[in-house]
Each structure stands twice: as C-alpha cells, then as structure tokens.
C-alpha cells in the first residue's frame, strides 16, 4: 500500500515538474485517445447491432415484411 502512494506522488510530481517527454506525452495521449475510442465502439457496436441487421435483412431479396423478418419461423 505505501508503494502505491508513492508511486502516485512520485507520478504526479514528474507531472508537476514538466519533466515528461515529448514522447511520453505523446504515447500518454495516444493510449488515452484510444481508450475513449474503443468505448465508444463498443456502445455503438452493443446498440446498433441489432438494428444493422434488420436494414440489412429488409434491404435484401425477397424483401420481407418487418413481422416476418423478427418472427423465429
């Protein structure tokens, strides 16, 4: 447990000092840039499945009515 208050104030002092490099700055925004974008996929991709799939299901041939499309049979 000390170890990581330590680490945390060693870190936030490396910040305050502007000690960081441009390469770090860099890779730190380009993970942090990723990770928000990652989330936002994954809501997309949770919500608009299903609705994808319907389009693209209505947008075919034979073209089904939207109850024969959503019925199991």
Request: without cysteine.
């Amino acid at each position: 447990m000390a170890e990581m208050a330590s680490g945390a104030a060693e870190k936030g002092k490396a910040l305050a000092d502007g000690s960081e490099s441009a390469a770090e700055s860099a890779a730190r925004r380009a993970r942090e840039w990723t990770t928000w974008a990652m989330k936002k996929a994954k809501v997309v991709a949770h919500y608009g499945f299903i609705p994808f799939v319907i389009l693209i299901g209505m947008n075919s041939e034979p073209k089904p009515r939207l109850a024969q499309l959503l019925s199991p049979i």
